[in-house]
């Protein structure tokens, strides 16, 4: 099973960054699977960022849906998250994982995930 996450890196306020994830497990077919976006700070519990269902449709932590924008591309496999006028408050590592089939995914509870990637690091400098 791979689930690779890309894209992260070191930004100042208020520039953006746009977060791949791509997938590749056996036995998984992404176009009919939820997946979601996570992140998590040392010390921290992971909290959802962004959860999209095989068509489209999409669930956001309240606070960042008007920044924040998950998307798919279930011809390649990838998930996306594009995300604008990053705040010192984003500074996390992100991870994306796949709907397991426990509790309805639109929830976006990370238990209810899971083929978690290793992450990328999203740093925002002020």
């Known amino acids: 099973a791979q689930v690779v996450e890309s894209g992260g890196g070191l930004v100042q306020v208020g520039e953006s960054l746009r977060l791949s994830c791509t997938v590749s497990v056996f036995g998984l077919n992404f176009g009919r699977t939820p997946m979601g976006w996570f992140r998590q700070v040392p010390g921290k519990e992971r909290e959802k960022v962004a959860c999209?269902?095989?068509?489209?449709?999409?669930t956001y932590l309240d606070s960042l849906k008007d920044r924040f924008r998950v998307d798919r591309d279930n011809a390649k496999n990838t998930l996306y998250l594009q995300m604008n006028n990053l705040q010192p408050e984003d500074t996390a590592m992100y991870y994306c994982a796949a709907w397991r089939g426990d509790g309805p995914w639109y929830q976006c509870r990370s238990e209810d995930f899971g083929y978690w990637g290793q992450g990328t690091q999203v740093t925002v400098s002020s």
């Open positions: 999209i269902g095989f068509s489209g449709t999409s």
